[in-house]
């Protein structure tokens, strides 16, 4: 009767989970084919090292992700603690500060679009580096902040009354307590911005793709087991970051 009830579960994941597994297989398929195996091989990872198109691609995104996260990571953490510190009663504040991580991509990208061409700015990689960096400010804030409902505020009340001032209180109290947060809001903005496709289409600039639009560009033309590598690669990557980020959020509620 047990397992009865757990098929639909089964059922489920295995509709979720197939594709991303017979992907997964291909991109080690021999033959040209995507759809017909006809052998292991390693041989599209090598191809697929060797395309400067997608280095330069994954060149770009890196240098976007890494740029965002580390702007979101200090922006939405001062953003948490001032929200903690000043706005506890409100509603409004708090909920304007998650409001880009709860709208559509799409309509986030057409804003900020819009914003670009109302101030005529061009469009390279700072813009949609800037454009990753509002996106993922969101993530690091909501995260930071469930962090700061763990932490005790007579840490900082005993630091103060002990004669420590506003900066030496939150560089040696604050931040280490708000570490664990930090760090998992910073691995799931990075995770959120190498394979963030619809903000990065409207607010890149013709010379300046990043990866997961140069995939696109190139699954226009049918998908090949090179394509199957490139998204095991960024498959692998992202659970890794995510999985690492769910332990360190863990370890946040934990202490």
Same mark, same amino acid.
């Given at each position: 009767m047990r397992r009865a009830t757990l098929l639909p579960l089964w059922v489920t994941y295995a509709f979720l989970y197939t594709p991303v597994v017979v992907l997964v297989a291909m991109s080690f398929n021999r033959s040209d084919s995507p759809y017909e195996w006809s052998g292991f091989s390693t041989a599209w990872y090598g191809t697929l090292a060797a395309d400067d198109e997608v280095l330069r691609g994954l060149t770009n995104t890196l240098i976007v992700a890494a740029g965002a996260t580390a702007l979101?990571?200090? !922006?939405?953490?001062?953003?948490?603690?001032? #929200?903690?510190?000043?706005?506890? *009663?409100? *509603? #409004? +504040?708090?909920? #304007?500060?998650?409001?880009?991580?709860?709208?559509? /991509? +799409?309509?986030?990208?057409?804003? #900020?679009?819009? @914003?670009?061409?109302?101030?005529?700015? &061009? +469009?390279?990689?700072?813009?949609?580096? +800037?454009?990753?960096?509002? @996106?993922?400010?969101? @993530?690091?804030?909501?995260?930071?902040? &469930?962090?700061?409902?763990?932490? /005790?505020?007579?840490?900082?009340?005993?630091? *103060? /009354? !002990?004669g420590a001032g506003e900066v030496s209180t939150f560089l040696r109290i604050t931040l280490p307590t708000l570490a664990p947060g930090i760090v998992a809001g910073a691995l799931l903005t990075f995770t959120l911005s190498l394979d963030e496709f619809v903000i990065a289409f409207f607010t890149a600039g013709p010379k300046d793709p990043t990866l997961p639009i140069v995939v696109y560009s190139m699954i226009r033309f049918g998908v090949t087991p090179e394509i199957n590598a490139l998204a095991t690669l960024l498959l692998a990557v992202s659970f890794t970051v995510v999985i690492a980020a769910q332990r360190i959020s863990r370890l946040t509620e934990a202490l």
């Open positions: 979101s990571t200090v !922006l939405g953490t001062l953003l948490a603690v001032g #929200l903690a510190r000043h706005a506890s *009663r409100s *509603r #409004l +504040l708090p909920a #304007l500060s998650v409001l880009p991580a709860v709208l559509p /991509d +799409l309509v986030l990208a057409i804003g #900020l679009l819009a @914003f670009y061409s109302l101030v005529s700015a &061009t +469009l390279g990689l700072h813009s949609v580096l +800037l454009a990753h960096t509002v @996106f993922g400010l969101a @993530f690091v804030t909501a995260v930071v902040r &469930t962090r700061i409902a763990h932490v /005790d505020p007579c840490l900082e009340e005993a630091s *103060r /009354d !002990l």
